[in-house]
T-cell receptor
């Protein structure tokens, strides 16, 4: 299995809703990432997990809450989002975190619309 | 912090022609990665360059890392409609994959 699987593919949520994005990989990768991508912009890093521990939080608002239940799963819990949070949320994984010598495998993303 | 700039932002190419996109960093890079994102798709890893002056080829794509490890280029020969998409370079300062702005490639048949 050489894929990163993200669910759901599309999500529409109200500003008072609570929802979760899910990401799964079975490549044995020990580093996992959440990125946010607005239209016609590059992906922007949000969170980095290494060996199931949060390694980097790029000053993301607390309405986004990541969770790594095990080495294969990564969740992003959403609460009280704003319309400007609408974007494509990408999960990625890589073999390891150190040295940056590994290509990242990206999932197909969740397209989120906040209404 | 480190900034990775890409030029051009847009590239309109006639099918069959060649083009080059460039990536420049404000600081020395330990390595550089290139990704392609098709319209409506997600980034797909193409290649990583690590050594100063390194050149790697993938069929019609040629990737180059500058001698000072502060710039990189992607050259595509005989462009095809399948080359449509956005090409991103990315560096890894502090174990964080940081993307350049991307070059959006449109191919005219």
């Amino acid at each position: 299995d050489t894929e990163v699987t993200q669910t759901p593919k599309h999500l529409v949520m109200g500003m008072t809703n609570k929802k979760s994005l899910k990401c799964e990989q079975h490549m044995g990768h020990r580093a996992m990432y959440w990125y946010k991508q607005k239209a016609k912009k590059p992906p922007e890093l949000m969170f980095v997990y290494s060996y199931e521990k949060l390694s980097i939080n790029e000053s993301v608002p607390s309405r986004f809450s990541p969770e790594c239940p095990n080495s294969s799963l990564l969740n992003l819990h959403l609460h009280a989002l704003q319309p400007e949070d609408s974007a494509l949320y990408l999960c990625a994984s890589s073999q390891d975190l150190g040295r940056g010598n590994y290509g990242y495998t990206f999932g197909s993303g969740t397209r989120l619309t906040v209404v | 912090g480190q900034q990775v700039m890409q030029i051009p932002q847009y590239q309109h190419v006639q099918e069959g022609e060649d083009f080059t996109t460039y990536c420049n960093s404000s600081t020395t890079l330990s390595n550089i990665q290139w990704y392609k994102q098709r319209p409506g798709g997600h980034p797909v890893f193409l290649i990583q360059l690590v050594k100063s002056g390194e050149v790697k080829k993938q069929k019609r794509l040629t990737f180059q890392f500058g001698e000072a490890k502060k710039n990189s280029s992607l050259h595509i020969t005989a462009t095809q409609t399948t080359d449509v998409g956005t090409y991103f370079c990315a560096g890894t300062p502090g174990n964080k994959l940081t993307f350049g702005g991307g070059t959006r490639v449109l191919v005219k048949p």
